[in-house]
């Protein structure tokens, strides 16, 4: 059986003037169903070029990104649309709830999209609400929760249209660290409960939550293994990046 997320030599290149900036470089690895995977770099490393092409937001310049064996690269517009709506649930550090919509309706909106009639749309909703915790703010608005709960919320979202795919890009990253261990004990539930889980982070200490770290430098894969190996987390050296504060 084929893997669910695949990439092949994929590059993605910026020409910006003269100057070539390989935001991907050449990287191949692959994910399968069931697997809890942090992709994990500094900042400019590439992390959110490969969310964006895990998540059909964006191509590959070169190479190609099968996922669930169909050939992204491949797709239009419209194409891109359809199998994101399909096969990913986005969780975002900012929520990205819309501000006029209830709780409920947030939820309801990938159904929407997917032309799930009303009364399923609802109960969908209010159940996947439920599972975060939230059955009791169904009705809220999103600024009348904490940025804990929105982000519970925004977890409901991702996982009611019962995606191959939960994305996950810095999704603690406004969040305090209590609550940030509350969100992330989320998305070991759901892997726990047999979803795929790519969860993107600069950061080793919420990285080391998954089970396999992929670890990009430059657009580059410079570790991909299991997130528990000491090599998994890299120590700051004297020319180290960002390791002078
Ligand atoms: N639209 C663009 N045009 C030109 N260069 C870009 C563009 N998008 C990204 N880049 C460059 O590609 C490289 C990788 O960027 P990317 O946004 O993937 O990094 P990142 O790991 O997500 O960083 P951060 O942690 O800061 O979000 C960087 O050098 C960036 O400047
Ligand atoms: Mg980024």
Redesign the pocket.
């Known amino acids: 059986m084929s893997a669910l997320i695949k990439f092949r030599d994929v590059c993605?290149t910026?020409?910006?003037g003269d100057a070539v900036?390989?935001?991907?470089d050449h990287i191949t690895m692959k994910i399968e169903k069931g697997e809890f995977v942090a992709i994990v770099?500094?900042?400019?490393?590439?992390?959110?070029?490969?969310?964006?092409i895990i998540g059909c937001l964006d191509v590959p310049t070169s190479g190609t990104y099968l996922l669930n064996g169909q050939d992204v690269g491949a797709m239009d517009k419209d194409e891109l649309a359809a199998i994101r709506n399909k096969m990913l649930g986005f969780i975002f550090q900012q929520y990205n709830l819309l501000p006029k919509l209830t709780l409920l309706e947030n939820v309801e909106v990938p159904l929407m999209y997917a032309g799930v009639p009303k009364s399923e749309r609802h109960e969908r909703a209010k159940l996947a609400l439920e599972l975060v915790g939230l059955g009791d703010k169904v009705r809220n608005k999103p600024n009348q929760l904490s940025g804990g709960q929105q982000q519970r919320a925004s977890i409901a979202r991702a996982l009611v249209g019962e995606p191959a795919v939960i994305l996950a890009d810095?999704p603690t990253g406004a969040l305090d660290s209590h609550t940030s261990r509350e969100v992330l004990n989320m998305l070991q539930m759901l892997h726990e409960a047999g979803n795929t889980v790519v969860l993107?982070t600069?950061d080793n200490s919420i990285a080391v939550q998954a089970q396999r770290i992929i670890r990009?430098e430059?657009?580059r894969v410079v570790y991909d293994g299991d997130a528990h190996a000491p090599e998994a987390v890299v120590r700051p050296t004297l020319a180290g990046n960002g390791g002078g504060q």
């Open positions: 993605k910026y020409y910006m900036v390989r935001a991907a770099g500094q900042s400019g490393s590439g992390k959110s070029t490969c969310m964006n810095e993107i600069h990009l430059d657009g």
